[in-house]
């Protein structure tokens, strides 16, 4: 079955930095598109970051674009968020995302997420 470990979360200043990964298995890593998510305290869970299965392209929100990068290991089947120049707004649970299509309907698969906290 399909499982998402998310790692690399912690407590850190403001302009510090943190780096997640999230270890898959269960599928074909190298073949689908990764995401992650992060939800602040009483906010709606919003994407922050897409990398395509090569991982030649990546999408990143504006908020923080410039200071986050998304890459992968393909022969790691993981997949990484560098987070610099962190601000008490990334505060959240980062979450890591897939999905895929079997016959037309879409499955969602979602690891248990990691606490980043931005705080001095």
């Known amino acids: 079955q399909v499982q998402l470990v998310e790692s690399g979360g912690g407590l850190v200043q403001p302009g510090g930095s943190l780096r997640l990964s999230c270890a898959a298995s269960g599928f074909t890593f190298s073949t689908y598109v990764m995401s992650w998510y992060r939800q602040a305290p009483g906010k709606e869970r919003e994407l922050v970051a897409h990398i395509t299965p090569s991982g030649g392209i990546t999408n990143l929100i504006d908020s923080v674009k410039g200071r986050f990068t998304c890459s992968r290991d393909n022969a790691k089947n993981t997949v990484y968020l560098q987070m610099n120049i962190l601000k008490p707004e990334d505060t959240g649970v980062y979450y890591c995302?897939?999905?895929?299509?079997?016959?037309?309907?879409?499955?969602?698969?979602w690891g248990q997420g990691t606490q980043v906290t931005v705080s001095s």
């Open positions: 995302h897939t999905n895929k299509r079997v016959v037309g309907v879409r499955y969602d698969y």
